[in-house]
């Protein structure tokens, strides 16, 4: 146990714990028995009984660019917008560590000591012997500054405009602004650094945070599950008003649920530039039919406020996605069992059979229903196939989306033309409006031969776009989809034996595949 004056008291995640002063980050994490998922960023700062506070945030127009940089000090804060007012802001040094912005009369200093700043730090420190000369000190990059106020070595961050800010000249005009919009944040910086010390008292640590999904839109909902249940999302790019985190664009997002989209919200785009995207909102706005409102931030909002493009952010999402396609039936129903669903085996019901199918599809279809029909399939009936991401990378994606692979280790196809001697090929039924929207341009076309066993696509060249044909005997004239090979893209391959499988398929039957690499 800690004690003593060498002791202060920190939240990590919502735990309160004593631990010994200037220890670092990472020790106090360890401390908490807090574990942080590789590369994430964690948010500190100042714990609040009275909830949140407003998190003051400025720019500084340049020549050559905006540098922005919010204050987590609410004294300070109104001191800076009143100087920002009156005028009297304006850059008293500039050198290789930082730019200082001043004068500031603060009289909440404890003391001055020399304090270890990083990149992106904002200090306060003081100029001369006069209270009055104390600036802000925006840091360039890792150093020691020699006058910083004891207790306020952590007051702010860089929040944008750092290329800006070391390529700013002493005598570039510049322009103080405040932000136009303030919002709820629990003013929290953000850290990387597991040596940083944490040396103040009261300090907040979050090192993840929690989403719940909206079950009004289970599609959407399934889709942002795909992409983000394993715990880690990235951030790609950020304003004023929203965080645009990782994931695949062109997504398709058939359902609507344009409500007010508040503080946390979360949504996915369902049209436009950008479509099928996810977004986390930072303030409050508007309906948009162009957005689907699929959930929110339930806890860990201050990571998303200092997330920086390319930043890691650990998330618990709910509920968890129920996913069966691709296990065997026994371990599907171990599967559904830990998560107290009840469930119903269909099909070929062995217990090493491949479940092909669930019904419902949807994970929350499923959690509000209390129970699933999972259905089986032997394992030799499901077809491998090798898609070939390097030579025809957009083709493929669309494949996937269309057979469901994208999401499940086994999809599937409906036969549209069996198997016919003269057209040495068979047709699978494709998604024309799903082929347009993610632009099946040619690549990959043949130009001599497509050998058996070769998969293509129809490009945008030709009216059928999207059609997808199997190869069953060699071809000098046409593609696995019975088109001119200047209409063709090859995606994939299917081996000898399993041609065999799916010779004597009937129209309307499905064909069930999987990756050979999976």
């Known amino acids: 146990m800690v004690t003593g004056e060498a ?40 714990s609040s009984e009275c909830g949140p ?26 001191e800076i917008e009143k100087n920002i007012e009156n005028g009297t802001l304006s850059i008293r040094s500039l050198d290789a560590n930082s730019l200082a912005i001043g004068p500031l009369d603060h009289h909440a200093a404890k003391g001055y ?8 730090d904002v200090i306060l420190d003081q100029a001369g012997s006069e209270r009055s000369n104390t600036v802000l000190r925006l840091c360039k990059k890792k150093h020691t500054a020699s006058y910083a106020m004891v207790g306020l070595s952590m007051i702010g961050r860089v929040v944008s405009g750092m290329e800006a800010l070391k390529a700013l000249n002493i005598r570039d005009p510049v322009e103080f602004k405040m932000s136009s919009e303030s919002r709820a944040s629990e003013n929290y910086i953000r850290a990387s650094d597991m040596s940083m010390a944490i040396a103040e008292d009261g300090l907040a640590i979050i090192t993840r945070a929690s989403i719940n999904l909206n079950c009004r839109v289970p ?3 399934e889709s942002f599950l795909h992409r983000f249940s394993e715990g880690v999302v990235e951030a790609c790019g950020s304003t004023g008003s929203f965080l645009r985190i990782s994931g695949p664009d062109q997504a398709i997002i058939n359902e609507r649920n344009p409500i007010a989209r508040k503080r946390g919200a979360i949504t996915l785009r369902n049209s436009g ?5 996810a977004y986390v909102y930072m303030v409050a706005r508007t ?18 406020d200092v997330a ?6 650990e998330v618990r999402v709910s509920p968890l996605p129920v996913r069966t396609i691709g296990l065997t039936q026994s371990q599907a129903a171990e599967r559904l069992e830990s998560m107290g669903l009840r469930h119903i085996r269909a099909g070929c019901v062995d217990d090493e059979a491949i479940v092909i199918r669930q019904e419902p599809i949807f994970t929350m279809d499923i959690i509000d229903s209390g129970s699933v029909t999972i259905t089986g399939a032997d394992p030799e009936e499901i077809v491998a196939i090798d898609l070939f991401d390097d030579q025809a990378p957009s083709s493929a994606r669309y494949f996937r989306s269309v057979t469901g692979l994208d999401i499940n280790p086994v999809g599937s196809l409906e036969m549209f033309l069996p198997y016919s001697p003269i057209a040495g090929a068979m047709l699978l039924q494709g998604d024309l409006d799903r082929a347009r929207n993610m632009m099946v341009e040619p690549e990959n076309c043949p130009t001599e031969i497509v050998g058996s066993g070769q998969v293509g696509i129809t490009n945008s060249i030709n009216s059928k776009m999207g059609m997808i044909g199997i190869r069953l005997e060699d071809s000098t004239e046409f593609g696995p989809s019975c088109e ?9 391959k299917i081996d000898d034996h399993d041609l065999e499988k799916i010779k004597k398929k009937k129209r309307g039957e499905r064909i069930y595949l999987t990756e050979a690499d999976r």
């Open 308 to 313: 920086q493009p390319g930043d890691r952010i």
């Open 273 to 277: 530039c950008g479509r099928g995207q």
């Open 219 to 221: 599609q959407s909902v």
């Open 7 to 46: 002791c202060i008291t920190a939240t990590v995640d919502g735990l309160a714990i004593r631990v010994e002063k200037g220890l670092s980050l990472g020790r106090v994490l360890h401390q908490a028995s807090a574990h942080r998922a590789d590369g994430c960023i964690v948010a500190i700062g100042k």
């Open 287 to 304: 309906p948009d039919e162009s957005h689907t409102v699929i959930g929110e931030i339930k806890a860990g909002m201050a990571l998303f």
């Open 53 to 78: 506070q407003r998190t003051a945030k400025y720019s500084i127009a340049t020549s050559k660019g905006e540098i922005a940089f919010n204050i987590i000090d609410p004294g300070l804060a109104d």
């Open 484 to 492: 001119v090979f200047d209409s063709t893209n090859i995606i994939g």
């Open 113 to 120: 000591a020399a304090v270890e700043c990083n990149e992106g």
